[in-house]
């Protein structure tokens, strides 16, 4: 069965404060690994995908990373407003059905 | 482009009734999805269609729970009866035959059963 596990389970920063969050993922033939924000009362926003273990991507202070067991979320100088859930989610060749970590809720304080 | 359109927002009812939710996906997206969100078990995989057929129903909890896609641009999404363990956030989401294979979501339905 394919997993998907979030590490920490919350995180506070200070402002500027540099971190990365962990998404271990186990599935048989990976299509690809998403990445998506979630702020309160809405519905999770696409951030990233990765398809192959070296892959990177970047969108202003998050950069993603994949390998092939696990990937990152790295944030650096972080501000207030990138407090959110973050959620990782896996498919599998053959299928669109994505699976979501339970995701980690980053709280980044003034 | 006006994202994918949930309704309602929030709907609370009593148990054993009747729960209708709806979507309306992206124009031009070729899959639907529908996601139900609670904190124990977090986003889970109800269903969902490609060119308005079903694929796969295999998260669907109990035959209490069923869904529709009529045509292109409307989905439903009901639970009779309703029972207080469907309390959750319920999701559609949408997305290209092509592309990176993002979803973009809705902002969801709060359902609570009492």
């Known amino acids: 069965e394919d997993q998907v596990t979030q590490s920490p389970e919350a995180l506070r920063l200070q402002e500027g404060e540099s971190s990365s969050l962990n998404c271990s993922y186990t599935v048989s033939g990976l299509r690809g690994l998403f990445w998506y924000r979630q702020d309160p009362g809405k519905g999770p926003e696409f951030l990233f995908t990765?398809?192959?273990a070296g892959e990177e991507k970047e969108k202003e202070r998050l950069k993603a990373t994949l390998t092939k067991k696990e990937s990152f979320l790295h944030i650096t100088a972080p501000k207030p407003e990138d407090s959110a859930t973050y959620l990782c989610a896996v498919s599998q060749g053959g299928s669109e059905k994505l699976v979501f970590g339970k995701g980690t809720k980053l709280t980044v304080n003034p | 482009d006006a994202g994918v359109i949930q309704s309602p927002r929030h709907e609370v009812t009593e148990m054993g009734q009747e729960v209708t939710l709806r979507c309306k996906p992206i124009?031009?997206?070729?899959?639907l999805f529908w996601y139900r969100q609670t904190m124990m078990r977090g986003l889970e995989l109800l269903i969902y269609f490609n060119n308005n057929v079903p694929i796969d129903d295999s998260g669907m909890p109990e035959d209490r729970f069923s869904a529709k896609m009529p045509n292109a641009s409307f989905s439903t999404l009901k639970i009779q009866p309703s029972e207080p363990r469907d309390s959750a956030v319920y999701f559609c989401a949408s997305r290209r035959q092509t592309g990176n294979y993002g979803y973009t979501f809705g902002s969801g339905t709060r359902l609570t059963v009492v």
């Open positions: 990765l398809y192959s």
């Open positions: 124009s031009g997206h070729d899959y």
